[in-house]
Every structure is written in C-alpha cells, then in structure tokens.
C-alpha cells in the first residue's frame, strides 16, 4: 500500500459518531487536490517565466518593439522550441505581452471590411491562425516593463522549483497523517453543538 493509500487507512468510520462517510473520504481527496494544485500553480510559474519568458526576453534583447522591428521565431533563434511553437498560437499569458504582425494587419482589414460592408449587423467575423513558422512577433514599446517584469526569470531555477516540491510533499504527508485527530476534534465539536441544540429544544 503506498502512503497515501496508509494515511487514508487511517480513518475508522467506528471513531466518529458525527461525520458521515462521506466526509471521512471527501476530506482527504480535498486536502490532496488542494496540494496538487498548488503543485501545478508551482511547476506553471517556472515553466511560464523560463520557457515562456525566454521569448520575451529574446524579443525585448533584440528591440522587437513595434511591428516594423517584428521577428519570426527562426530570426530569434527559437524555432525549434515545440513549446513556444505552441504557445504563441494562442497561450494567454504569453499573448497578452507578445503580438503578431500578421494578426494585427488581419484584425485592421477585418474591421474595415466591417464597416464598409452593406449591413455591418450581418458582417461575419474571421478567427486569425498563427503560423509559429512564418509570422512576426513583437512586444509593444508601452508594454515591455510590464513584460519584463511579469517574465523575469530570477527566482525560477529547477533545483529551487525541486525543493519546493519536495517540502510540499512532506507537508501533505504530514497533514493526511494528522487528519484522523483533526477530524476527530472536528467530530467532538459537532457532537456538542448537536447536544447543546438537542437540550435548548428539551
């Protein structure tokens, strides 16, 4: 049995007059959710700011800050990242500081196709695709400090980001494993407002 599968075993239904089954399975299963979340929120921060970030930091190395000095992925140097071959196709965090030449000269002649069009009510808009092979990105001149900032890389090394994890893991260990006494201070506590309320109805 692993140790969550122990820590879960803990738990005796005998033990416990006030909590239903449901919550002696449901309590753990939240704990543990909760800790893989934070996790998640862990491994996305790093991924965000050094694979991600290193985009926005080749961009704002090489002045890429207006459409004109726009630059493809291969002119950065970056064209063989599958992850940012990915992200810059429609990744929030990413697109939110990084804009694509191509995307913007499509948004402009859609709009003004819209207003030129017969019955702007009945005028269908189009969805842009971007091409990570051919297209031009850059960051705006107004947004690079907050890109800068948002993307910086200190702080986000692997070996910091593997202690993180592993203190995580010990603090989830030991809170499953203090469960059983939580719950039951948590049962005891339940049982005394149910007799406090069962002898105010007397």
């Given at each position: ?42 491994f996305a921060t790093v991924f ?132 059983p006494k939580l719950m039951g ?18």
């Amino acid at each position: 049995m692993n140790v969550f599968g122990k820590a879960l075993a803990i738990f005796s239904f005998e033990d416990y007059e006030n909590l239903t089954e449901n919550a002696l399975f449901s309590v753990p299963l939240i704990v543990i959710g909760v800790f893989i979340g934070i996790a998640i929120a862990l491994f996305a921060t790093v991924f965000n700011k050094r694979v991600l970030g290193g985009m926005v930091r080749k961009l704002l190395s090489e002045e890429a800050l207006s459409s004109e000095s726009a630059k493809t992925l291969d002119e950065l140097g970056l064209a063989n990242n599958f992850f940012l071959r990915y992200a810059v196709k429609g990744n929030v965090s990413l697109r939110r500081v990084v804009y694509c030449r191509e995307e913007d000269e499509f948004l402009q002649k859609q709009e003004e196709e819209r207003k030129n069009a017969p019955s702007p009510k009945k005028f269908r808009a189009k969805s842009f695709r971007v091409d990570p092979k051919l297209h031009h990105f850059y960051i705006p001149e107004e947004q690079k400090d907050t890109a800068a900032t948002k993307f910086e890389k200190k702080g986000t090394s692997l070996v910091a980001l593997g202690v993180l994890l592993l203190v995580l893991f010990l603090l989830l260990i030991a809170l499953l494993f203090a469960l059983p006494k939580l719950m039951g201070w948590l049962d005891q506590l339940l049982g005394s407002v149910s007799s406090a309320s069962s002898n105010d109805i007397v």
